[in-house]
């Protein structure tokens, strides 16, 4: 019994010294940022997409201004020098904060670039027969709102239209995404650019030139959970695991 008892506080001590396996949003730190360029500093979230230790997607909770594609490719690429990071204690990460953000991407090599309008999602293999439309996650956007937040799109899979509870109703760890239209950085032949619309859930094209469209930026890498928690956590552990443990030795004893 003895042997039991102590056999299963070793594996909750282990459990609290190797952390979360797993998170699919969770906020890892803030950044601060004076974003209207007045000389007040904001602080913003650092949300992670993805399994803790492997690659993923840091957001900035911050949705840039509306403003031509070109516009928001240069606010991102240029955002590491605005930004001051601080990682919460609970995480790691080798990410260099002070460059490599960008838009989210797109990956169209998944759709029919000839078909028209759909709605229906992918395939097994993960491809669409259409173009544009809705339940489409190729796009880092699309993903984020369909499967990391649990949204629904203005139409179903099964066709129909309007689905109830449609929209932007989920928004987990962000505090100030907007129901509205965010550019993709990729190229939709020259003039035109991937954008997906959180307000119904679709994904389509613009002119690149059309200003009335957000930013949101990314940064790829690899955020994991701290190995060893913090001093207060380790305190309240041992409190806790030795009031179990004379309450186990006074049980042993009857």
């Given at each position: 019994?003895?042997?039991?008892?102590?056999?299963?506080?070793?594996?909750?001590?282990?459990?609290?010294?190797?952390?979360?396996?797993?998170?699919?949003?969770?906020?890892?730190?803030?950044?601060?940022?004076?974003?209207?360029?007045?000389?007040?500093?904001?602080?913003?979230?650092?949300?992670?997409?993805?399994?803790?230790?492997?690659?993923?997607?840091?957001?900035?909770?911050?949705?840039?201004?509306?403003?031509?594609?070109?516009?928001?490719v240069t606010w991102?690429?240029?955002?590491?020098?605005?930004?001051?990071?601080?990682?919460?204690?609970?995480?790691?990460?080798?990410?260099?904060?002070?460059?490599?953000?960008?838009?989210?991407?797109?990956?169209?090599?998944?759709?029919?670039?000839?078909?028209?309008?759909?709605?229906?999602?992918?395939?097994?293999?993960?491809?669409?027969?259409?173009?544009?439309?809705?339940?489409?996650?190729?796009?880092?956007?699309?993903?984020?709102?369909?499967?990391?937040?649990?949204?629904?799109?203005?139409?179903?899979?099964?066709?129909?239209?309007?689905?109830?509870?449609?929209?932007?109703?989920?928004?987990?760890?962000?505090?100030?995404?907007?129901?509205?239209?965010?550019?993709?950085?990729?190229?939709?032949?020259?003039?035109?650019?991937?954008?997906?619309?959180?307000?119904?859930?679709?994904?389509?094209?613009?002119?690149?030139?059309?200003?009335?469209?957000?930013?949101?930026?990314?940064?790829?890498?690899?955020?994991?959970?701290s190995a060893v928690?913090?001093?207060?956590?380790?305190?309240?552990?041992?409190?806790?695991?030795?009031?179990?443990?004379?309450?186990?030795?006074?049980?042993?004893?009857?």
């Amino acid at each position: 019994m003895k042997r039991r008892f102590f056999v299963f506080i070793a594996g909750i001590i282990f459990l609290c010294m190797t952390g979360v396996a797993q998170a699919t949003l969770v906020t890892i730190g803030t950044a601060v940022y004076d974003s209207d360029n007045d000389g007040t500093k904001e602080t913003y979230k650092l949300i992670y997409e993805g399994d803790l230790g492997r690659s993923g997607l840091v957001w900035l909770d911050y949705p840039n201004g509306v403003n031509t594609w070109n516009d928001q490719v240069t606010w991102a690429a240029l955002l590491g020098g605005s930004l001051t990071v601080t990682i919460d204690p609970a995480y790691t990460t080798s990410i260099d904060f002070n460059k490599g953000w960008r838009l989210p991407d797109t990956d169209d090599s998944l759709i029919d670039m000839d078909a028209p309008f759909g709605y229906k999602g992918p395939d097994t293999s993960g491809y669409y027969d259409y173009f544009y439309g809705y339940n489409m996650v190729n796009m880092e956007l699309g993903h984020l709102y369909y499967e990391s937040l649990g949204n629904k799109g203005y139409w179903a899979k099964n066709g129909d239209h309007p689905q109830s509870g449609y929209g932007l109703t989920e928004t987990g760890d962000f505090e100030n995404l907007v129901a509205s239209k965010y550019w993709s950085q990729t190229d939709y032949h020259s003039s035109n650019a991937w954008y997906f619309d959180f307000e119904k859930g679709i994904q389509f094209v613009d002119p690149k030139s059309f200003s009335d469209i957000y930013g949101l930026a990314v940064h790829p890498g690899v955020v994991s959970a701290s190995a060893v928690p913090e001093p207060t956590t380790l305190l309240l552990l041992g409190a806790g695991l030795l009031g179990l443990s004379g309450a186990a030795r006074r049980k042993l004893k009857k």
